[in-house]
């Protein structure tokens, strides 16, 4: 089955570290660009970060530029986000999600997981 | 930055037809991409690429781009078509993905 698996959410508290991680199957996970998407509670989805099928290109939201990583694991089809200095206001569940498009202008996501919640909160 | 105007929230009868707008600057010039989410939920892809339609998402669903506007149309709307809607392009221009702030469809 093609699917995405989301781990690593919780409690942390301000100013710190999380990383979460996505396990992909049924699909050549090595094949795609992949992307991380999030949504604060209540609220609408927000792009966070895109990473190249080699890992050597990497897009971010200004918003989290310098303190969030997103890499991957082509050998354990897995992708990561590494969130440093964290703050309330990326309270949100994340979703790890599968980029598709001819061309970069042209990009969707195509495959989404089910999410994992990181709440920050002292 | 980009930005996607999306009306907060839409109504519409059973049976009825559904259009969903997503407004931008020249959004007729690039691809638009809309998903569904339901609560508790993670977002499915209904419509890429401005009109086409995912195997799997019935024919019901169907895109158009033009000017400054892209619509997301629901024919004969059924219950389990209740749902956030959300518009989505990639900004090249500024290296961004971008969405829609979402329309909530209330089917009455």
């Known amino acids: 089955e093609v699917q995405l698996v989301e781990s690593g959410g919780g409690l942390v508290q301000p100013g710190g570290s999380l990383r979460l991680s996505c396990a992909a199957s049924g699909f050549t996970f090595s094949s795609y660009w992949m992307s991380w998407v999030r949504q604060a509670p209540g609220k609408g989805l927000e792009w966070v970060a895109n990473i190249k099928q080699d890992g050597s290109e990497k897009y971010y939201v200004d918003s989290v530029k310098g303190r969030f990583t997103i890499s991957r694991d082509n050998a354990k089809n897995s992708l990561y986000l590494q969130m440093n200095s964290l703050r309330a206001e990326d309270t949100a569940v994340y979703y790890c999600?599968?980029?598709?498009?001819?061309?970069?202008?042209?990009?969707?996501?195509?495959?989404w997981g089910r999410g994992t919640l990181v709440t920050v909160s002292s | 930055s980009y930005v996607l105007t999306q009306p907060p929230s839409v109504s519409v009868a059973p049976g009825k037809t559904a259009r969903i707008t997503c407004g931008g600057n020249?959004?007729?010039?690039?691809?638009v991409h809309w998903y569904q989410q339901k609560p508790g939920q993670a977002p499915v892809l209904v419509i890429y690429?401005?009109?086409d339609r995912p195997s799997g998402i019935p024919e019901r669903f169907s895109g158009s781009n033009s000017g400054n506007t892209a619509t997301l149309t629901i024919s004969r709307v059924e219950a389990g078509d209740e749902a956030d809607y959300y518009c989505?392009?990639?900004?090249?221009?500024?290296?961004?993905?971008?969405f829609g702030g979402g329309t909530k469809l209330t089917v009455l």
């Open positions: 690429y401005d009109s």
């Open positions: 020249n959004i007729g010039s690039k691809s």
């Open positions: 989505q392009v990639w900004d090249s221009s500024s290296d961004l993905g971008v």
């Open positions: 999600a599968r980029v598709r498009g001819l061309t970069v202008a042209y990009w969707y996501f195509d495959l």
